[in-house]
């Protein structure tokens, strides 16, 4: 359904720090920079962007919004978890961990980058593990 996420930022060098270590945790390629500023990073057939704003105005994060990141293991979530903290997220919510709900059992966690985007790590995990 979809082809690609894009989030503003107010300072790409910072937003690439934070977001090639991020990555760099998946096991995902550091950015590249198109000839617009923008980065772009490209990892399991997904595509995730940061631009400053084409209107010339301030980023600011979504209200309400969450950017989901799919994980091969509770593992893999910890450590995207402690690099975005190391680069300059902040961790938010609960620490992470197994929530159970109606999609049944996930790890998660959770991250705001340095512009203030809520990011989440995800991790289905079998019933009988949870």
Same mark, same amino acid.
């Given at each position: 359904?979809? !082809?690609?996420?894009?989030?503003? !930022?107010?300072?790409?060098?910072? !937003?690439?720090? *934070? &977001?090639? $270590?991020? *990555? ?7 950015? +590249?920079?198109?000839?617009? @500023? +923008? ?6 057939? $997904? ?10 105005? %301030? ?5 309400? /919004? ?7 293991? %509770?593992?893999?979530?910890? @450590?995207?978890?402690? /690099? ?5 997220? /902040?961790?938010?919510?609960? %620490? %992470?961990?197994? +929530?159970? @709900? !109606?999609? @049944?059992?996930? &790890?998660?966690?959770?991250? +705001? ?18």
């Amino acid at each position: 359904m979809f !082809s690609h996420m894009m989030v503003g !930022s107010n300072d790409i060098e910072r !937003s690439q720090h *934070f &977001y090639d $270590a991020l *990555f760099g945790a998946m096991e995902a390629k550091p950015g +590249r920079k198109d000839d617009k @500023g +923008r980065l772009a990073y490209a990892h399991n057939g $997904a595509m995730f962007m940061v631009t400053p704003p084409i209107d010339g105005q %301030p980023a600011t994060h979504g209200n309400g /919004a969450t950017i989901g990141f799919t994980m091969i293991s %509770p593992q893999q979530v910890d @450590g995207w978890h402690a /690099a975005g903290v190391a680069a300059g997220g /902040a961790a938010i919510e609960d %620490p %992470p961990g197994i +929530r159970h @709900g !109606s999609f @049944g059992p996930l &790890y998660l966690a959770y991250l +705001r980058d340095p512009d203030g985007n809520k990011l989440c790590a995800l991790h289905r995990m079998p019933a009988d593990q949870a």
